[in-house]
Each structure stands twice: as C-alpha cells, then as structure tokens.
C-alpha cells in the first residue's frame, strides 16, 4: 500500500508542476503565443548563424531556444523553438548549431518589431522536432489538441 500511495503522490505532484512550466510565457494563452497565425505557415531552408538557449523572444518570458536562420534566398529570420525547459530534452536528437542546415516550418509573425518563425516542425537532416501543431497549440502545454 505505501508504494501506491507514493506513485499517487508522484502523480499527483507532477501534474500540479506542469501548469507551472507551462504558464512561463511559452503557453497557449500568453500574449506571445497568441501571435501565432495559422494563415501565415511558411517553410523555410537554410543555415543557422546564431543559437541562443537562454533567449526571451518577449519582456517577461522565460529562456527559450531561438536561432537565427539564414534562408537560401539570404533573408535573415529568428527561429523560436520553445521553453529551455522544454527542448533541452531535445537537445541531443536535434541539437542545432551554428554552421548546420536546417529546415522549418512555421507561422511567420512579428515579434517587438522583428520578423520571426514561431516553429511547429523543425528537420536536420533526418531528424525532426515537432513542437506545435498547425493551430499553434505548443505540446508542453497541457492538454495538447489535434496531435
């Protein structure tokens, strides 16, 4: 019995964390993500010139994972990925540095007046992230819909 109590109590703690990572900015109902436009969805290839883990793509979020991408057609775009929290679990699976080709898909927006991709697939080579789904809703926010 003292082993169920303590997996219920295991449970029961994780699931009152979640909420708590999730509302650090990077959630579904913050300021930022409510930018995400389903109508602007882009795919974009090229090389990653910059990559910064401890990013704030806006005044009061936590760190995230942002590189800035250099298209093959030369236009310089910041790629925002999600919660350091969050992709650090990716971090060795894909584990993007300046210098790699990547490719990714996602909304283009303006963010505090600079172009940006908030990112729902992200490739390099034959690895593949998939941090949103095409509505914006990010999967390290619970519950996640239409995965």
């Known amino acids: ?12 703690a994780i699931c009152l964390t979640l909420p708590a990572f999730a509302a650090d900015g990077w959630d579904r109902a913050s300021d930022y993500n409510k930018q995400f436009n389903s109508r602007s ?3 974009m290839s090229g090389t990653v010139t910059k990559v910064d883990r401890e990013a704030h793509p806006m005044k009061g979020m936590q760190a995230g ?12 775009t910041e790629v925002q990925v999600g ?7 990716y971090h060795p699976k894909w584990n993007i540095q300046t210098g790699d080709r990547i490719k990714v898909t996602g909304s283009r927006v303006t963010i ?10 992200g490739e390099k ?9 095409r ?9 996640v819909e239409g995965f």
Request: aromatic share 10%; net charge positive; no cysteine.
């Open 65 to 76: 994972l942002v590189a800035t991408l250099k298209s093959d057609s030369g236009e310089i």
């Open 1 to 12: 019995m003292k082993f169920q109590q303590a997996i219920l109590t295991a449970a029961t």
């Open 41 to 43: 969805i882009v795919t």
């Open 125 to 133: 080579g034959s690895l593949k992230l998939t941090v949103r789904n």
């Open 135 to 143: 509505q914006g809703s990010p999967i390290w926010d619970f519950p």
């Open 112 to 121: 505090d007046g600079h172009p940006a991709l908030m990112v729902v697939v």
């Open 83 to 89: 919660p350091t929290w969050f992709t650090k679990f």
